[in-house]
């Protein structure tokens, strides 16, 4: 081999191993392509030599996907694949970190038009239980990342995708770089950027291997400023934020040297708070009489640094000593020569960050870790709601948990209901370790083994159900027992629940379960000669009615020609009715159907509607809405918890809404609250998703037929759901585009069209909820004789001729809204109740116009203001925009 070959070879051996050392020297990163397959691929990226692995270990749901390879060639290897996740409100990244220190949080995110769609998608992020960011992608080849400064608490941190509105969240890449904890010091909460910039010439981001801790870096330019620059090395160690020489080097100074110059920027949300950091290095070689001397002023002459002389080749760094705001949002910091100074200001670097308060503390730990091991131990992973942290927030809690949740303290884990889940195996200790655990329901799994003793140390536990285990040993140990003689806990083998018993022998299921049987068989009987007898009398009803109830109607003219309800899953008797409402003893509202009460349902709060026979909605209405709602299942719309079809009394028993109607919280009838613009785009966009899904996710496909205020229901937190679904009928599904019908509706929601003509098609709801979407902006009375323009819609549209939208926008508001989301409402608004029925959208683009209007309002609330460009980040100049003054 010739020495020239041996010299090469040596050269590769060398340079092989100088890569591998530089890509270790990542110390701390944790770098994840999300998506890349093959699950165990590494490699190193090109451009900034780090090294990438996939995220298949970090995370259990999702599907891979690949931007289109037309755009791959804009973007770095990282942002090539991605993982979408069409399934579930919130999945969540798992990712080990170092408890109590300072992480660099990034997601980055590339459309690419991965699935086809060209559907551009919008989403939040969380960390742990908090929103952190929304993600609203701009463009099929645009580059979305965001940022967040974070403090973890604990070893394990989540990063969480959350749905919010039809499209699905993905995500290119998910990056951890860890600070040092002396940077970045705040006196509450995390920090989003909102810039991080460098005077430069050169349009290239500074990243990793420049900046040993990945922070981006982007350069800035503009007419109103000049650069200076060095070769020469920069002192950086005295600094904590380890700016990068490339960055440090150059510096900004005024074109105009002998004019102030102001570096100006605006949040959108005038409340937000935020951090400022500048850093200082001489870069000139000054002369003997040179002095560069200058004073920093902002929002009008406020002090924040004076008689600041940049020291020759050595940092400087300077950081609001407190978080800052500005009434208006707008920041102008003015650099000022001194009487001193011979040379112009300079700046080499400026970093601005936004708080974000990150309030909801996360479930306490251990329960948090026994929670994790169970959905191991019995691979729950099929279990869609099971990601993130399992108690909070409340929208997103684990299904099948119910949660305290203390004042000021975290939340507790206080019932487990894994019923028909699948479970095999013992049952497993970690169970134990939910301490304030009251319920505990396994039945209906295929779980062997003992029934463990550590349940008698459970000292909250009042009920376990473990009935529906065949292979399950039910032999009851002696400390369990004891706690069952003392009536604190409660033990239901195969149905049947454990009494009490005198003394401590292990064989006392045998004997209870002998005698439960003979007492159920003897009542089997009793009940059968029961019925035989009453069957002979005439029937009667003898049970109490609710106090509106107006005189009965015989059975036989309610219902003769009406055939019983499909399913019988959820009836309940009459009798329970009386017991669940307490005899009807707290109404919650009344209507032409009758009256609601409220009541309780194993420990529920449930809303129960019963029919007045004097109701217009007679059996045929109400046979409708319960066999639409057994079938029927959205977020958006109230769920059936059961139904009464007892002789004359029929009820419909609903999930409890605490915040009543929206109508009610529009009038200020619930306690004068008004709702947010925020809140009102919400729930006009859930409200909106439901009825869309009765459109399009039906089969057959229903049309509501009375979308109206009073039945848009509100959770706790104004979560919207659509009610009252008895005048719904299903409309054809291919050939005719409508069904013709008697006219039903509320009048001022009714559609012209179709009470004009009878046909009944899907643009009739949509119809009734432009009309709501009107009510939403301007807190008006649909009819109100006393307008110029009685009907909201012709007011609307005559308001609308002076050009002035705040004319119409609720005065309870304040001015505090999106004029932008505002006009977009009310131009849908307006599409939607148009006369002609063909003019008019279909719900699926109501919901993704309403999803851009509350996506206009967050960012406005929180002043998001991410980067977009296909190869760079992009400081748009309405957001951060220096200058000369």
Not at 188 to 202: D, I
Not at 504 to 528: E, R, T, Y
Not at 684 to 696: C, I, M, P, R, T
Not at 815 to 830: C, H, Q, S
Request: hydrophobic residues 35%; proline residues 5%; neutral net charge.
């Amino acid at each position: 081999m010739k020495f020239l070959d041996w010299f090469l070879l040596l050269f590769i051996f060398a340079f092989t191993i100088l890569r591998s050392v530089e890509a270790q020297n990542q110390a701390g990163f944790i770098s994840l392509d999300c998506g890349l397959v093959p699950e165990n691929t590494t490699y190193v990226e090109n451009t900034i030599n780090i090294t990438y692995k996939s995220d298949a270990d970090y995370i259990d749901s999702g599907s891979v996907g690949k931007i289109k390879d037309a755009y791959k060639t804009q973007f770095q290897q990282q942002l090539w694949s991605l993982r979408s996740f069409p399934d579930g409100q919130r999945n969540c990244y798992n990712v080990n970190v170092t408890a109590n220190s300072k992480y660099l949080i990034r997601g980055s995110f590339v459309y690419g038009n991965y699935d086809g769609l060209n559907q551009l998608p919008s989403f939040d992020l969380h960390i742990g239980p908090n929103k952190w960011s929304s993600v609203t992608i701009k463009g099929v080849a645009n580059f979305s990342m965001t940022e967040i400064i974070h403090v973890v608490t604990q070893e394990r941190l989540q990063v969480c995708l959350v749905k919010t509105g039809p499209t699905t969240p993905f995500i290119s890449s998910l990056e951890l770089r860890p600070l040092p904890n002396q940077s970045y010091v705040t006196e509450t909460g995390s920090l989003t950027r909102f810039a991080r910039v460098f005077f430069s010439t050169s349009s290239s981001v500074i990243r990793y291997e420049e900046d040993p801790n990945d922070q981006v870096w982007s350069p800035f330019l503009n007419t109103y400023t000049k650069t200076i620059s060095t070769d020469n090395h920069v002192d950086t160690s005295l600094s904590f934020y380890e700016v990068p020489q490339a960055v440090i080097r150059t510096a900004g100074v005024p074109a105009n040297a002998s004019e102030p110059w102001s570096i100006w920027w605006t949040l959108d949300e005038t409340t937000q708070l935020s951090y400022v950091y500048m850093h200082f290095a001489e870069v000139q070689t000054l002369k003997a009489n040179d002095i560069r001397e200058f004073n920093i002023t902002y929002n009008g002459g406020i002090r924040w640094y004076a008689w600041l002389r940049p020291e020759s080749l050595k940092i400087s760094s300077f950081a609001s000593r407190r978080a800052m705001s500005s009434p208006d949002g707008k920041f102008n910091f003015t650099f000022t020569m001194t009487g001193n100074s011979t040379l112009p200001p300079l700046l080499n670097a400026l970093e601005i960050y936004t708080v974000v308060d990150l309030l909801q503390l996360e479930t306490v730990k251990d329960e948090v870790s026994a929670m994790r091991n169970i959905k191991k131990t019995y691979g729950l992973n099929k279990k869609v709601s099971w990601q993130g942290d399992p108690c909070v927030p409340q929208l997103y809690r684990w299904e099948g948990l119910n949660c305290s949740y203390p004042d000021s303290e975290p939340s507790r884990i206080i019932s487990l209901n894994l019923n028909g889940s699948e479970l095999n195996g013992t049952i497993t200790s970690d169970i134990s370790k939910l301490t304030q655990l009251i319920e505990l329901d396994l039945s209906k799994n295929d779980l062997s083994g003992d029934i463990p003793a550590f349940f008698a140390d459970m000292k909250l536990l009042k009920l376990i159900n473990v009935s529906g285990n065949p292979k399950l040993n039910l032999t009851v140990p002696g400390s369990l027992q004891e706690r069952i003689n003392s009536k604190s806990l409660t033990l239901v083998l195969d149905g049947t629940t454990i009494p009490t018993v005198k003394g401590k022998s292990s064989k006392s299921p045998v004997v209870a379960i002998a005698a439960s049987v003979a007492g159920v068989f003897a009542l089997i009987i009793i009940v059968a000669i029961f019925f035989v007898v009453r069957k002979k009398k005439p029937e009667r009803n003898t049970d109490p009615g609710p106090p509106s109830a107006s005189p009965g109607i015989a059975k036989s003219e309610t219902r003769s020609s009406n055939p019983s309800i499909i399913s019988k899953d959820r009836r309940i008797t009459y009798s329970e009715v009386l017991k669940m409402t307490n005899n009807f003893q707290r109404v919650l509202g009344k209507g032409g159907f009758g009256t609601v009460y409220h009541g309780n349902l194993d420990d529920a709060e449930v809303a129960v509607k019963m029919l007045s026979h004097s109701s217009a909605q007679g059996y045929k209405e109400f046979k409708a809405e319960v066999e639409l709602l057994l079938r029927v299942h959205h977020r958006h719309l109230v769920g059936l918890v059961g139904y009464c079809d007892d002789g004359d009394n029929l009820a419909l028993i609903y999930e409890y809404m605490a915040n009543g109607d929206l109508r009610e919280n529009m009038s200020g009838k619930r306690g004068g609250n008004v709702l947010t613009w925020e809140n009102r785009m919400q729930i006009a966009v859930e409200s909106a998703q439901g009825l869309e899904y009765l459109h399009n996710g039906c089969r057959p496909p229903m049309v509501h037929r009375d979308v109206k205020t009073t039945n848009i229901l509100l959770t706790e937190r104004y979560g919207a759901k659509l009610a009252d679904f008895g005048l719904s009928r299903s409309f054809p599904i291919d050939g005719e585009c409508h069904v013709s019908t008697v006219v039903a509706g509320t009048p001022g929601y009714l559609d012209p069209e179709y009470y004009r003509t009878n046909w009944l098609s899907e643009k009739s709801d949509v119809y009734s909820f432009g009309v709501v979407l009107l009510e939403i902006v301007t807190n008006q009375p649909v009819i109100d004789k006393t307008r110029e323009r009685p009907h909201i819609n012709e007011w609307v549209g005559f308001m609308l001729t002076k050009g002035d939208i705040r004319s119409i926008i609720d005065p309870k508001l304040m001015g505090d809204y999106d004029t932008n989301g505002a006009w977009k409402i009310v131009e849908l608004a307006m599409a939607c109740v148009n006369p002609s029925s063909n003019q008019r959208p279909k719900m699926a683009h109501v919901v993704m116009e309403l999803n851009e209007c509350v996506a206009l309002e967050i960012a406005r609330r929180q002043g998001s203001q991410e980067m977009y460009s296909n190869n760079s980040l992009d400081y748009s100049l309405s957001e951060f925009a220096p200058g000369a003054r």
